[in-house]
């Protein structure tokens, strides 16, 4: 089966105010099969965020040099025209990012917002708009939906407002969705729920699902494949349950909570801590 | 509702104190409109003093105060000793000679500052944004007075405007139509000169706005969502940006009866500004308290004005979670 | 006076006593809140008869979600706030009933570090004037001394030396942490409260940090107070657990029996919201 996306040698330097040039990441690949998920993991700054802002051609051209290919159905999206990835972005390839609250217009209704997305890609009338953003809204179990159509993000709990998100982000019918971190920002409960509805929207939707997390509960819920990421660089990748059973790696068991061998690479080492204190 | 009405008690309460206040500080400043008379060798003293009398000049302070206050609010605001009418009526014709004017050089003062700065904040860095604050550098450090003497020597050198005054003299008829291209025309240089004096404060507030709120990131996450990067700009990052400038429009209103006061002497524009310089020196009290009191009620109201625009425009002033 | 001599001093303060630390018992905390325009009073009720026991030397986890008042609670213990109603036993003493300068003291035996370490720290202050500020507003010491104590503490949290004259801004989120801790343990407090103080960081910076603090708390004699909305994040180091929800404190057990036998209905459902990652694993078979 072909590739829906495919990632290959991307590379990724940031130009700092003083001129020098830093890389984030250096030629990473992998692909992404239809209706698949694969999840990209590791610590904070390993580069996954700028993996996924790349993919969408969302860095700016003054601070950051993006090389490589990340084809698209077989379309080069490195370089390619502002208009033209514009067409692409929410509408085959949608983003969802970590914090929903300033993730939203203040000052415009929710509801409007996913009206926006919808009438950015199809030329329809703004009521078959509003009305395909009602609908969204329900199938992300935002009910009543009027109520939640014509609040403010403001007015709404973090929660909810991530399932706005996840609306807007679904709205187009993407065949890709990428996940930055989307449960970060939540509480157990909020973050429990909406891994379920992620879950079941996928399944539903039937959408690929390239899931950006450092939560290993949150990969073993939906990812089907891994990939390690470590100082912007592959470290290792395949399927979930090769690596949780067998990483081939130090730093994969470690970020997967594994107990390492008495561990030599700095972030791997973690024994199991002991109760502290005096006995009682 | 109940909000308006506790501004408006507000407003009330401040504009008499600055009644009390601006009486009490020229009470405080020495002399009056009446010493010049008292130079003139011709006319005795006692002249003086009768003359003084006949407008209740030599009356204690607080009855004076209390005596115009109970005149103001019958809508008798006195009697301008230079010009012999009434305050009122004169101060309402220059009143409305000077909100034509600041109106007009505020109207286009915005319509320039908004797109100009809109532009330079989504094309920051690049050649309309260096252009823009190279003209704004420029025009903030050419002094106000220096600006409108340019303008009027090149009235004077190429005649293709006025070069002072409202209206001409030559010009008596009544058509409405006529009567408005002469105006128009007076009011060009003056207009133009006081927007520009204006604009380049207001170019780098709507700039800062912008660029602020471009930097947010719900900005990228709607260009991820594919939104188009004008539709972003005017219905996601301008309605975020313009609570600081609806503030600063706040403020251009509320100073519109004092912008204008160096356009109206040099350029001759018979304002309310020029008024107020011309009865501080000749002490002409009445005048010009009656004009202190009128910048603070548009000072007021332009405050005002601005929070209500606030409340409607920002939903997160207006509602609460 | 270096970190090592300080310790030779908390220990020979004496044996343990067999008392809580802190007992906070029936804590009520209620504010009004206006409306913006209406100017209508919005009672909130923040805390309501939270009472919380923390023994000396051990690691309580305070766990709640948004809103459930942990927060509030643990700042009324470091008395950044006033309760309505309530009191708080710190070391046999009621610290809400003590005159000013009583407080003074009381003050520098709880400390707090906080979620956001780059807005809890001075971004124009060097990490050395952070440290030894306390210090400086204490008067402990010359000022020799003081420098020698912040530069051991720097040390001490692992921070690498030639680092004293950096800024806040030129540290990592996991360094800035470290340079928090240094400052809250310079004073010798017995009671660390932390905040949150964990959730900003990624999950190898939380290994390393906790790492450390559990060196210091065998070293310092200190008992912690963690508080966190993420009940997976404390499991591994918490001596006792107490659960909040909707400003009350709903069971506090030891760690082990609260995850084995959860008596109250709010931490059954913060434990099935937060499958461990075996069961989650073994979900994926089914």
Known sequence: MEALLKVDDLSISYRGRDGRETTAVGGVGFQVAPGETVGLMGESGCGKSSVALAIL?????????????????????????????????????????????????????VGAQIAEVVHGHKKWSWEKCREEAHSILARVGLEPTH????????????????????????????????????????????QADFIALLGDLKQRLRMSLLL?????????????????????????????????????????????????????????ESERMAPQGVAR | ??????????????????SFFSFALLQMAPGDYFDSLRLNPQIS????????????????????????LRGALEGDLGYSLASHSSVGRLIGVRARNTLLLSGTATALAWLLALPIGIASAAKRRRAVD?????????????????????????????????????????????????????????????????????????????????????EARFVRAARGHGIPRWRILFRYALPVASNPLIQLFGFSVATMLSTSVIAEIVLSWPGLGALMVESIFARDLYVVVAIVMLSSIFLVAGNLLADLLLLAADPRIRTES | MTPSTQMA?????????????????RLNKSYVQRRPISRAKLQVTALQDASLTIDRGTTVALIGESGSGKSTLARCLALLEKPTEGEIWFEGRDILELAPQELFTVRNQIQMIFQDPASALNPGMTALEIVAEPLKIQKRGSRAEQRDLALGWLARVGLPSGSEQKRPMEFSGGQRQRLAIARALVLAPRLLILDEALSSLDLANQEMILKLLADLQREHSLTYLHISHDLRQVANFANEIAVMNEGRVVEQQPAAKLFAEPRNFHTRELLLAMPSLESIVLDRWA
């Open chain 2, 45 to 68: 003293s006692q002249t003086v003093d009768k003359i003084r009398a006949q407008y209740g000049l030599d009356r204690p302070f607080p009855v004076r105060y209390a005596l115009w």
């Open chain 2, 1 to 18: 509702m109940k909000y308006l009405g506790r501004r408006l008690i507000h407003a009330i309460l401040l504009l008499l104190a600055i």
């Open chain 1, 57 to 109: 051609g969302l860095l700016e051209k003054e601070r950051a040099t993006v090389s490589g290919s990340v084809s698209y159905r077989g379309q080069n999206l490195v370089g390619m025209r502002e208009r033209k990835l514009e067409k692409l972005r929410g509408a085959a390839i949608s983003l969802i990012g970590q914090e929903p609250g300033i993730s939203l217009c203040p000052v415009m209704r």
């Open chain 1, 212 to 268: 950006i997390s450092h939560t290993p509960e949150i990969q073993a819920s939906l990812a089907d494949r891994l990939i390690m990421m470590r100082d912007g660089c592959v470290v290792e990748e395949g399927k979930f349950d090769r690596l949780y059973a067998n990483p081939a790696d130090p730093y994969t068991a470690a970020m997967l909570r594994r107990r390492p061998a008495i561990g030599d690479c700095e972030p791997a």
């Open chain 2, 130 to 214: 260096r252009a823009a604050g190279l003209a704004t550098s420029a025009l903030l450090t050419v002094p106000d007075l220096l600006l409108f003497l340019a303008l009027l020597l090149f009235a004077v050198r190429t005649g293709w405007f006025p070069t002072g005054g409202m209206t001409s003299a030559a010009n008596d008829e009544s058509s409405f139509w006529s009567t408005f291209t002469d105006i128009a025309f007076h009011l060009v240089l003056p207009a133009f000169g006081l927007a520009l004096a204006m604009l380049p404060t207001l170019v780098r507030h709507v700039r800062a706005a912008m660029i602020e709120v471009l």
């Open chain 1, 147 to 190: 109520r939640i159509f014509a609040a403010y993000p403001h007015q709404l709990s973090g929660g909810q407002l991530q399932r706005v998100v996840l609306a807007q982000a679904l709205v187009c019918g993407p065949a890709l969705v990428i996940a930055d971190e989307p449960t970060a920002s939540l509480d157990a409960r909020s």
């Open chain 3, 9 to 25: 001093v908390s220990e020979s303060i004496g044996p343990e006593i067999r008392s809580p630390l802190v007992r906070i018992e």
